[in-house]
């Protein structure tokens, strides 16, 4: 019944600032996953309905994930952009309120949006 869509993706040079938008989401296990060309999808940010977040090491003190349950939309906010961040962005859905304590991969979620691309480069 979830279905999810990203906005907010584009191209920024070193150092620059994206934020990214979900509409669809609701009072569950919400996450962020990115995508490289050749690379493995990764977990990026997580919360849950409660507001409680989770970041990967390599985003944490620059990324930012929140939603806003009222309209439905949850947001990660990009600063300190570096090139390594490029990818294919990704919101994702597990429906529980709480996300569940063990690292949290792909496998975890059932619904997922179409991706916004981020693209970081001089």
């Known amino acids: 019944q979830v279905q999810l869509a990203e906005s907010g993706g584009g191209s920024v040079e070193p150092g620059g600032s994206l934020r990214l938008s979900c509409v669809g989401a609701g009072r569950y296990c919400m996450g962020w996953f990115r995508q490289a060309i050749g690379k493995e999808r990764e977990g990026v940010a997580f919360?849950?309905?409660?507001?409680?977040?989770r970041y990967a090491d390599s985003v944490k003190g620059r990324f930012t994930i929140s939603q806003d349950h009222l309209k439905n939309t949850l947001y990660l906010q990009m600063d300190s952009l570096k090139p390594e961040d490029t990818g294919m962005y990704y919101c994702?859905?597990?429906?529980?309120?709480?996300?569940?304590?063990?690292?949290?991969?792909?496998?975890?979620?059932?619904?997922w949006g179409q991706g916004t691309q981020v693209t970081v480069s001089s």
């Open positions: 919360i849950d309905s409660h507001g409680t977040t």
């Open positions: 994702a859905a597990e429906r529980r309120t709480s996300c569940k304590g063990t690292v949290l991969v792909p496998e975890d979620f059932g619904y």
